[in-house]
C-alpha cells in the first residue's frame, strides 16, 4: 500500500490522506508537548520555512504512547504549537505507534524502513536502554520525535532517531537530495 492511501484524520477530525501533498517532500515526524525532546519543534519549523518554497512539508502527528508526553487536546495541542513555536506546518490528530495499537500509515513508514539512521557518536539507544525504555522489537519506534522521510513519489527514503536534530546536516543533506529530484 502507499502511504498516500492510508486514511488519515487532521486535527479537527475530518478525514484526509497524504495524497493532498503528492509531488511534495513529506518529513512526517510524531510529536509530543512534554517530552525532553520537545524543543525540536523549532528546528522542525526552521526546516520547514527553509525548505517550503522548493517543496518539503513536515507532517506532524502529535502521539501520546511514550511515558504519556502528550496528553493534549487537539486544540491545546494546536495552541501550544502555535505560541510556544509559532508552528505553521501541518498538526494532524494524534495518533498511536505502539506496536500494538499502531495507527496503518507507521505500520507502512517501518515497513518501509525498519531502521533509523542515528547521528554519529549518538548515545540515544543507551539512554533509552538505562531508563529501562528499550522497544521490544528493533524496528519499533524508540521514542517521539523519530523520522521518516518520503520523496516526492512517496517512496519512504529514510528513518531518523528521534535525537537527529531537524537541522542535522545528515537529515537536511537527505531532505536536499530529494528536493533536487
Known sequence: MSVYGIPIQRADGSETTLADYRGKV??????????????QYAGL???FEMYRE????????PCNDFEGQEPGTAAEIAEFCSTKYNVQFPVLAKI??????????????????????????????EKMAGYGLTPAHPSDIAWNFEKFLVS??????????????????????????????
Do not use: W
Open 96 to 125: 498511536s505507534v505502539a506496536p500494538e495499537s499502531r495507527h496503518p500509515l507507521y505500520r507502512e513508514l517501518i515497513a518501509a524502513q525498519p531502521a533509523a539512521r542515528f547521528k554519529l557518536g549518538s548515545d540515544f539507544r
Open 45 to 47: 519549523e526552521a526546516v
Open 152 to 181: 516526492r513519489t512517496g517512496d519512504v527514503i529514510a528513518r531518523f532517531a528521534p535525537d537527529t536534530e531537524p537541522t542535522d546536516p545528515m537529515l537536511t543533506a537527505a531532505i536536499e537530495a530529494q528536493l533536487a529530484t
Open 54 to 61: 522548493r517543496g518539503l512539508v513536515v507532517v506532524a502527528f
Open 26 to 39: 513529506l518529513l512526517v515526524v510524531n510529536v509530543a508537548s512534554a517530552c525532553g525532546l520537545t524543543p
